[in-house]
């Protein structure tokens, strides 16, 4: 699957198969989640890999739209470090399900509302925010990809030279 297809085509999925991620693949997609940039290169992302169930269940109760953790084969915990920002944590997020998309994995980005719950879960210092926790697995086909959610269309989301501002007409 090319980069485009696979940015495009990529949904948040919530239903998966029990299969395991090969490790090989799961390298991959680490690897994918590590080269994200960051401001001033200041790499205030770690993550941490959950497979044990346990932990996962543990995980599912720590935010309030969380029940596919306890399905999923796979979590990736993505933590920022003090003074890191939203912003490098969606890239490496991004990252890491795109790759995993790529390989055929399907995620899902899971809140953690209850950011204490989510660290004495992990054991994360308390100075760190749990961006987010990415559901992964083999997607589950008898369930649909995603809820089918639309998107705005294109010309309501992107303006031209200025706010509010259409494109111009090609000759
Ligand atoms: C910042 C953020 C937080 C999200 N939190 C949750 C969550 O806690 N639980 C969940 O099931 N989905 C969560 N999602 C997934 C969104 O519901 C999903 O991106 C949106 O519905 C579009 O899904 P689609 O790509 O399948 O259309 C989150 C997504 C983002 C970007």
Redesign the pocket.
Known sequence: MDAYRAIITK????HYLPDPVPPDVLTRVLQAGRMAGSSKNSQPVRMIVVQAPERRAALAGC????D?LKAAPLAIAVVLLPGGGPFDAGRAAQNLMVAAWAEGIAS????MHRQECARAVLGVPADCTVA?VLAMGYPDLKHPL????QRLPLDELVSWEQWGAHRPETA
């Open positions: 949904r948040d999925t919530r935010g309030d739209y969380a596919h899902c980005p899971v809140s987010t995603s809820q089918g959610r």
